[in-house]
């Protein structure tokens, strides 16, 4: 069973959540909270898996519990579900330890597989937040030096090409007849050869690397 606790600072939208992710298969919804300070008691005191969290909201936002929360509950994680897509937005809450960020425009079926991504340690993003991640990494002056690939495996340079792509780890395992595991493995070996702290960055080496072309 996966434990949810929903956070947003709209009643009505708190409580639509509630009911959406409470009809979900194999998930629990363990309390609801109005605002970031809430959420961080709730938590403390329910120890969810995953936290939905609202990004702007009053007291103490979405980005500042996602930092209590990663710090207090390390395996706790949080997906991030808000109505921004904007750069100001999703770097901040990627920076504080979100694993997930989705828009309120995401259908139940998009929301499910985030949580359960998220739950077994992925990272997923809504692909428009991807492309405006990306375009916003790509756009940033790179050093003068050209990223050195030798160090990756073949396979290695295939999964990154594929993470560039937009691909989440499923979506690698299933196209390369890999185990879970395994993907998690190169990635792994790809982000402490390549220096990534992340995805983003991830993408943004393979993109410097010639591995793949960024989107128009």
């Known amino acids: 069973m996966i434990r949810v606790l929903v956070v947003d600072d709209q009643r009505v939208v708190r409580d639509g959540l509630t009911m959406l992710v409470g009809l979900i298969d194999g998930v629990e919804v363990v309390g609801a909270a109005g ?3 809430e959420a961080v008691e709730l938590a403390t ?5 995953v936290v939905l969290m609202d990004l702007r909201m009053p007291h103490t936002d979405g980005v500042s519990a996602t930092t209590q929360l990663r710090a207090l509950l390390p395996e706790t994680r949080v997906l991030v579900l808000t109505t921004y897509a904007d750069e100001a937005s999703i770097l901040p809450a990627l920076r504080a330890g979100a694993a997930g960020y989705l828009t309120k425009d995401a259908s139940a079926e998009e929301i499910e597989t985030a949580i359960r991504a998220v739950h077994t340690g992925q990272t997923h993003l809504d692909p428009a937040v ?3 991640l990306v375009a916003s990494m790509v756009a940033q002056p790179t050093a003068p030096s050209t990223p050195d690939v030798e160090g990756l ?3 290695e340079s295939e999964v990154l090409t594929l993470i560039a792509a937009g691909l989440s780890n499923a979506e690698i395992g299933a196209k390369l007849v890999l185990s879970n595991a395994t993907i998690k493995t190169h990635i792994n070996r790809i982000f402490a050869k390549i220096g ?3 995805r983003a960055q991830a993408v943004r ?3 410097q690397a010639g591995l793949a072309t960024p989107p128009p």
């Open 45 to 49: 005191a329910e120890r969810p898996d």
């Open 35 to 37: 605002d970031g300070a």
């Open 130 to 132: 991807q492309q405006q």
């Open 153 to 155: 495996t073949a396979r």
């Open 196 to 198: 990534a702290r992340d």
């Open 205 to 207: 080496y393979a993109y």
